[in-house]
């Protein structure tokens, strides 16, 4: 079963107790957004307080399986009777809340608007809606603002966020630097500057030129009205990009990265680990899922497997002629080398993942292995069992 | 309806599904079926994270394709290569010195202003089928969160830009998108809950959302059925106790992992059975579904390519 003792003696369940923060990352299907549930279920259960699921995936499968209708913007608590019914006495509460990209920049451009004529204004420009619904980045950036926002309320003793499906798994953390970056960029002025001042310098002639050619004269006006409007909210735009990236930084934000051992995913797992360490992240632990059992390796099944397919036809008959009701010896002997190959199929696969797990280099002291559970998980009960796997 | 046009008789594949379910693999497999089968064929990686060239054995690709087996050419998408390549054949702007500074600037309108980036990739692969330079071109497309923006990117476009030559370069690449013959989708999921899910709600998007139609979904992945109904019977009496006590007194005490082991294959091809025949009910009337088996002997690489692709082969020529 699951082993996360780490060289250190440490546990997820510790990593939990001593953080504010914990960020699930990986790449794709590897179970992030379930783990990031499992872990703030079981911290909820088991260490008290408030805990908060933050996630990014709408399904409304997780919804269902913390006993909720739906949930969204706004964090709603996870009825405490649904704890109650998985079998359990929760220490704490459990909150969960969806990032809605949308409506939290909707949020923030009433926060940071000077005054209500911008506010409408950027609300109303036709590339404001696109920006916002469309631009990958911009929910990266919206993602640790209200993380940001989260935690300095206060009001959560666990954030446990699941990040979104970018296409680089480290998109989020630059996000708030490339969100200021974006703002202070001298491209940027000289891109609006003919907007503003109606005097284009002979220098960037050809470029509008170009320009217009391409894209046509109205939507260049509608870009630049729209970073018009936005400039008026650099300064605090700025300012909270960069006290986001300080509580990423800061020692009580850790990161969980997420993996099977299947190549792709440790590839991307090993590789975003990397980056990291270059930022200095603290990672906390390493989360494999799905991953088989041991006892695939073993010598000895490995030998019973070869024997059940090469000797099906004398076993079948033996076990035909000693085991009341097992049926037909020939259909007994095809049973048995089916059950042989398979063993012989997956102890191939098994192989492949402890050759991966060597090769994970870079994985932090703590590592959590997670059993392959054939069964889905539909309900909290399930995602307790989950947790209760990782914790360990 | 009519006839739903051959998969390999199109001209324009985008390859799309959840991340993790092996699009990748099965965009490449695609690409060596149609080559093998004497058609000059591109396969295209959008999102660069180089899968694409382990997958057929390569060295990293770059934006030029590069053959790399007889008949099949590869390339990574790059907007910014793009881009250029564009104002060249385009715009006829001469001197190239100009597009380095002119396409940053570009491509830092493209990141405030989504859909260039988008038009660029989907107008990069459209204009090579309009050229006639390949037979077949197979896009390891974005995953299905993204595949929507990125195929709708020139309807967008069309809306936000109303005059220039975008404009009139969206209705070309328009026209080529949504003719059934010329453009398709493949959605690949593997037979678990949320692909499965994820595949069906991108279905219904690409019909509301756009006009480009799906061509096949690929069960990926597929775990063999160990045993038929009788013999599964034979096994439930060798896995209770009594059957186990026998045959570990016939093989040695270890004949409890072997059980242990199938009863998981078991278990696990029963809970994903569950999914694909979710998948085959819901999906629309007609849609082909084809099958690829899970492969126990590798996960990437040419060879297993060539694997998926004679699966591929067996359920489509």
């Known amino acids: 079963m699951a082993r996360a003792r780490g060289r250190s003696g440490a546990t997820v369940e510790q990593l939990a107790a001593a953080k504010d923060i914990l960020v699930s990352c990986g790449s794709g299907g590897v179970g992030k957004t379930t783990t990031a549930a499992a872990m703030a279920a079981e911290a909820a259960a088991t260490l008290g307080g408030k805990v908060l699921v933050v996630t990014v995936d709408p399904a409304r499968r997780l919804a269902n399986a913390l006993g909720l209708e739906q949930f969204g913007n706004t964090e709603t608590p996870v009825p405490r009777q649904a704890f109650l019914d998985a079998g359990v006495e929760p220490a704490g509460e459990l909150w969960a809340a969806m990032l809605d990209t949308k409506q939290s920049w909707d949020d923030l451009i009433r926060m940071h608007a000077p005054d209500a004529a911008t506010r409408d204004a950027i609300l109303a420009n036709p590339l404001y809606q696109n920006i916002t619904g469309k631009f990958i980045q911009s929910h990266d950036y919206v993602a640790m603002e209200r993380l940001y926002e989260l935690h300095t309320s206060g009001r959560y003793d666990l954030i446990v966020v699941d990040t979104p499906p970018t296409r680089n798994a480290v998109d989020f953390l630059d996000a708030p630097d490339r969100m200021a970056d974006f703002f202070s960029s001298r491209l940027l002025r000289w891109l609006i500057a003919p907007y503003r001042s109606r005097v284009v310098s002979m220098a960037s002639k050809p470029f509008y030129s170009v320009a217009d050619r391409i894209l046509g004269t109205q939507f260049l006006q509608d870009i630049a009205e729209f970073f018009i409007l936005f400039q008026s909210m650099y300064d605090g735009f700025v300012e909270r990009a960069q006290a986001v990236r300080r509580l990423i930084e800061s020692p009580v934000t850790s990161f969980v990265v997420v993996s099977t051992l299947e190549a792709a995913p440790a590839h991307e797992a090993e590789y975003f680990m990397r980056l990291l360490e270059d930022r200095r992240l603290p990672i906390g632990a390493l989360v494999l899922n799905k991953v088989l059992p041991e006892s695939l390796l073993d010598r000895d099944a490995a030998a019973v497997a070869k024997r059940l397919v090469g000797e099906a036809d004398p076993l079948a008959t033996s076990l035909a002629a000693s085991l009341d009701g097992v049926g037909d010896p020939a259909e007994v002997a095809r049973v048995l080398r089916e059950v042989g190959r398979s063993f012989a199929d997956y102890q191939v696969v098994a192989k492949r993942e402890a050759e991966q797990r060597t090769e994970l280099s870079r994985a932090p002291d703590l590592v959590a292995t997670v059993p392959y559970f054939s069964e889905d998980i539909a309900d909290l009960a399930g995602l307790l069992r989950l947790g209760d796997a990782i914790w360990r | ?317």
């Open chain 2, 1 to 317: 309806m009519a006839e739903r046009p051959h998969l390999l008789d199109r001209r324009l594949l985008f390859v799309t599904g959840k991340g993790g379910v092996g699009k990748t693999s099965i965009a490449a497999a695609l690409g060596v079926l149609a080559a093998g089968e004497g058609k000059r064929t591109l396969l295209c990686e959008v999102d660069a994270k180089g899968h694409l060239a382990e997958m057929v054995g390569a060295p990293a690709l770059r934006f030029e394709p590069t053959e790399v087996h007889p008949g099949l050419w590869a390339m990574a998408m790059d907007t910014e290569e793009s881009l250029k390549e564009y104002l060249r054949l385009q715009l006829k702007v001469p001197i190239l010195s100009r597009i380095g500074p002119l396409a940053r600037t570009f491509d830092f309108v493209a990141t405030a202003a989504p859909g260039v980036k988008e038009i660029l990739t989907v107008g990069k692969l459209a204009y090579e089928v309009r050229e006639r330079n390949y037979d077949l071109v197979v896009v390891d497309a974005s995953a299905t969160g993204h595949v929507v923006g990125q195929l709708a990117s020139p309807v967008a476009m069309s809306e936000l830009v109303k005059v220039g030559i975008v404009r009139q370069q969206t209705e070309w690449m328009l026209d080529l998108l949504t003719d059934p013959a010329t453009t398709g989708v493949v959605v690949v999921a593997t037979p678990e809950e949320m692909p499965v899910s994820e595949t069906l709600e991108l279905i219904e998007r690409l019909d509301a959302e756009t006009d480009i139609d799906v061509a096949a979904v690929v069960a990926n992945r597929v775990l063999p059925e160990l045993f038929g109904r009788s013999e599964e019977e034979v096994f439930d009496r060798l896995d209770a106790p009594d059957g186990r006590a026998h045959l570990v007194s016939a093989t040695g005490p270890a004949a409890e992992t072997v059980l242990d082991a199938a009863r998981l294959a078991v278990d696990l091809r029963r809970s994903r059975a569950v999914h694909l025949s979710r998948l085959r009910r819901s999906l629309p009337e007609g849609l082909p579904l084809v099958y690829v088996p899970y492969l126990f002997t590798r996960s990437h690489g040419m060879r297993t390519t060539r694997q998926v692709a004679e699966r591929l082969g067996e359920e489509l020529l």
